[in-house]
């Protein structure tokens, strides 16, 4: 068996680490006898370049420090300020300074140095995300051969977006250094070819090997699920005195979400702001609870959405409030995983609204929370990668207030045997393409 390595922008450094990733590579990589390397989180003033290796895990794991520098321009830099906006359709948030690229290639640069040490010949070593695009491009540089992976989570743009990048002919340089490129949907896998045929060289001889940039490579489409039975069985175990008392009269729908521009807040709540002009017996008969707690504070984009965010949620309360009754609660800060479980499973509607959307577990989190025998109703973006296999959802246009607001009264009045059988054939997909199969079928195409 090969050794598996994986490699993260951040390394999970407790010891008992939750989250989906986690839970995806824990048993391919503790089966392997594998390494997890990644960004420690610690800043220091010149870090030595080598990996501190840690225990407690069931795997092997090892991480570096970054410079005050480093950190800005590879990770608020380049990888939030260019790559995040442009991958999610935002090319006017794109903040080009050549000084976030060049920090963005010494990054990888310098943890395929620290990596080499490490590496035995027949390590199979899989690189996640956005932030480590070049990583391959850095190992073959200093004559790494070996099998490497690489998984994009977030969407992939289209060629009028890509050719917004300072460089969108480098990056699919970096990305044919790569042996498999693995996109969350078709629909990711289908702009990559559409934009380097349009920005770069790529040819297509059949099913799904490519030859981009002159060297032989595959891609394709491998949605990322959840650890299912682990949140079925949190959801199950929510006790009451964890879900909301205040409730009893009311239904409630459900936003979970990092704040973030792309995942459509204040469209959500003008959605939910047209459901209470139009229909006024829907007061105090309706909330909506939105957990976001705050990413990227230091970015502009990021202060934008808070303050746009939090206004909007105090005018729609102004609006509408009456002694007994906020429509709108908004929770700003990240809360612990097993009450998100119960609050899922209370909730009668989850919201899941994005823009643009690699994947969005928070909508496989919601259907696995449910009771079965008296499930909410998920509404769901087309734009979210969720919606090309979750399509017993009610899928919405999340530009389109009208749109949603229709949806959100259409989830509210469902009759429990349409609530039954979407959630049934939600559930299954859920279950059946959890976050295991996920690894495992990535990591045999990749074999
Ligand atoms: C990227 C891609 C892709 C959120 N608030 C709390 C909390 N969360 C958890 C959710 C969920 C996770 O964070 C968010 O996952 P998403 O998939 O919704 O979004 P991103 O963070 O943008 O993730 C995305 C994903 O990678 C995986 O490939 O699906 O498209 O953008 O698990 O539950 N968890 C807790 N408290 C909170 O307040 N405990």
């Given at each position: 068996m090969h050794r598996l390595v994986a490699v993260s922008n951040r390394l999970p450094l407790c010891d008992n680490p939750s989250g989906g990733l986690v839970v995806a590579l824990q048993d391919a990589l503790s089966n392997s006898g594998g390494l997890w390397i990644g960004f420690s989180g610690e800043q220091s003033e010149d870090p030595a370049e080598t990996l501190t290796f840690h225990d407690g895990a069931r795997f092997q794991r090892a991480s570096f420090d970054l410079s005050e520098e480093d950190f800005d321009s590879y990770y608020l830099g380049y990888s939030n300020s260019v790559l995040?906006?442009?991958?999610?359709?935002?090319?006017?948030?794109?903040?080009?300074?050549?000084?976030?690229?060049?920090?963005?290639?010494?990054?990888?640069?310098?943890?395929?140095?620290?990596?080499?040490?490490?590496?035995?010949?027949?390590?199979?070593?899989?690189?996640?995300?956005?932030?480590?695009?070049?990583?391959?491009?850095?190992?073959?540089?200093?004559?790494?051969?070996?099998r490497i992976g690489f998984f994009l989570h977030i969407p992939f743009p289209d060629p009028a977006t890509c050719a917004?990048?300072?460089?969108?002919?480098?990056?699919?340089?970096?990305?044919?250094?790569?042996?498999?490129?693995?996109?969350?949907?078709?629909?990711?896998?289908?702009?990559?070819?559409?934009?380097?045929?349009?920005?770069?060289?790529?040819?297509?001889?059949?099913?799904?090997?490519?030859?981009?940039?002159?060297?032989?490579?595959?891609?394709?489409?491998?949605?990322?699920?959840?650890?299912?039975?682990?949140?079925?069985?949190?959801a199950r175990k929510a006790r009451e005195e964890d879900r909301m008392r205040s409730l009893t009269n009311s239904k409630m729908m459900i936003g979970v979400d990092r704040l973030d521009y792309s995942k459509g807040i204040p469209q959500r709540f003008r959605a939910f702001q047209l459901l209470l002009e139009n229909n006024p017996d829907l007061t105090e008969k309706v909330m909506l609870l939105q957990i976001a707690p705050p990413t990227r504070e230091s970015v502009e984009a990021y202060q934008d959405i808070r303050e746009e965010t939090e206004h909007l949620a105090g005018r729609i309360n102004g609006q509408f409030a009456t002694v007994n009754w906020t429509p709108i609660r908004f929770i700003h800060r990240p809360i612990p995983r097993h009450e998100l479980a119960g609050l899922y499973r209370q909730a009668n509607v989850g919201l899941v609204t994005p823009l643009a959307?690699?994947?969005?577990?928070?909508?496989?989190?919601?259907?696995?929370?449910?009771?079965?025998?008296?499930?909410?109703?998920?509404?769901?973006?087309?734009?979210?990668?969720?919606?090309?296999?979750?399509?017993?959802?009610?899928?919405?246009?999340?530009?389109?207030?009208?749109?949603?607001?229709?949806?959100?009264?259409?989830?509210?009045?469902?009759?429990?045997?349409?609530?039954?059988?979407?959630?049934?054939?939600?559930?299954?997909?859920?279950?059946?393409?959890?976050?295991?199969?996920?690894?495992?079928?990535?990591?045999?195409?990749?074999?």
């Open positions: 995040w906006p442009a991958f999610h359709g935002r090319a006017d948030l794109i903040e080009i300074d050549p000084v976030f690229l060049d920090g963005y290639r010494r990054v990888s640069e310098k943890i395929a140095r620290m990596m080499v040490p490490h590496l035995k010949e027949d390590d199979r070593i899989w690189i996640q995300d956005y932030q480590l695009i070049p990583l391959a491009a850095a190992l073959r540089k200093l004559g790494v051969t070996n917004a990048l300072p460089n969108p002919k480098e990056m699919f340089e970096w990305l044919s250094q790569y042996d498999l490129i693995g996109f969350q949907a078709q629909r990711d896998v289908r702009n990559f070819t559409e934009s380097a045929a349009q920005l770069a060289e790529i040819e297509m001889p059949g099913d799904d090997v490519i030859r981009l940039c002159q060297r032989e490579t595959r891609a394709g489409a491998f949605p990322i699920g959840i650890d299912a039975a682990g949140f079925m069985g949190d959307d690699g994947m969005n577990l928070v909508a496989k989190e919601y259907v696995a929370a449910q009771d079965v025998a008296n499930p909410g109703v998920l509404i769901l973006s087309r734009f979210a990668g969720a919606a090309e296999t979750m399509d017993e959802a009610l899928i919405v246009n999340p530009h389109d207030p009208w749109d949603m607001a229709d949806a959100m009264k259409r989830a509210i009045n469902m009759t429990s045997n349409e609530r039954r059988r979407r959630h049934s054939a939600l559930l299954q997909n859920v279950v059946e393409s959890d976050v295991a199969w996920w690894a495992d079928n990535y990591l045999k195409k990749l074999g």
